[in-house]
DNA sequence: CCACAAAGTAACCGATTAGTTACTGGCTTG
DNA sequence: CAAGCCAGTAACTAATCGGTTACTTTGTGG
């Protein structure tokens, strides 16, 4: 991997251009199908999925995917791979040990709710592995060291909150978690639904912005003592 | 269709007995596909189901399963109401308009759990629909005139705890609603992740009982004023 | 500068899958 | 009791889909 890197930088030694595509770009394809398969996975889930549409997706040939990836189900198992260290990244920008409790939980859930709101692949691909009942998730022993520090965060910040007299001395941090995660993800994953049953489009700003507040407020209210 | 009612009730003549299955019975083999195709959509969603899996797990020719419900996505679609008209049909056996307000909330969010809990399909099924959507409900004139009657119901409890002074006034039913939801869905449509993840198993009879007190606390909380 | 490995292409293949055709057999109705 | 309709069967088909084969092109290291 590191060859093709140190290959890639002389490239086009002609004109110095970096703009012309390289007629033959490992790197470039391998991510082009990466992304396509993510959108293509998210959209249809893993049976739905078609693996010729990956291809005219990412504007490749079909045997590059084969030849970078296995088959199928390990392409699959690189996007699922991909969107969980996505997310793991993005955490790490949160900065709890610094907040005042109260605050920490609040930049927490939002930072949850902004998060699921800009990557609707992730959750889509969240439902997908859950129905499967996370058969790929289960062998993927990249994924099982991956698992959030975030619990161990929380769970400073909780005792910090409790010291304070702030928060109830009984709160499980696992659970504050997915009741942050659960309001967020079911609003989202379950608009169409929602929205179809009760005549309101839950994507709409206002109503966005409605809900991000009302996360922090059920928070709040749930573990202060 | 009611032709064939009639023509069922006089069957086995000879006997009497209704245990001998019929060589012929329509609404059983109606039930049966449908049953089965339940299963099969919830396991599968609708790209990974298979017709001819469905067709085996009834017991039934491939060729019926079109007689009754003319292709794959009808098929689909006569599940998806059937799944919708049985949690909306038990939600008819709440009654809150005779409980104290919060003890009414309480029953609800329960009632709503207990739901979810004993039908994994219906969860599953919604997570299909929604990947695709809403594709198919959208298209039900059926569904559309079943929407719930929960929010007016909610609606009443709600302003009966407000004038007791028990809740706040900015309770909005819908978000009331789709919290206790999130809260039951997410927990249990995404098990299998999250136990992965944090190695806890979250079906776990303690763990579940834990997760209902924690729903019926959680909302209580959040609208107490 | 050329040999070799890796990137890339096009055409193909066997298996699967949704849906059909052509038929049999049993129940009801006149 | 006969006629006709409808439940039910088995075998088939056309199309789709995941995956492969046989081949060409491109870049690079000895």
Redesign the interface.
Known sequence: MEKMQGGAKGRNGAAGRAERPLQRDPERTRASILAAATQEFA???????RVDAIAERAGINKRMLYHYFGDKEQLYLAVLEEAYVGIRTAEKSLNLSDLEPEQGIAELAMFTWGYFLEHPEFL?L??????H??RW??QSTR??EL??SF?DKLSDLLQRGRKEGLFRPDV?P??LY??I???G???L????????????DLMDKSNLD??KR?IV??TL??I?G
Chains 1, 2 share one sequence.
């Open positions: 959209e249809n889930g893993i049976g739905g999925a889509s969240l439902g997908t592995e859950n129905l009942r996370a998730l289960r994924l099982k698992h959030s619990i499980d696992l659970n997915l009741t995660a659960a309001l993800y079911f609003y994953s379950n608009q169409y639904t929602l929205s179809t049953i009760f005549g309101r409605v809900w009302h407020h059920v209210a749930s202060r």
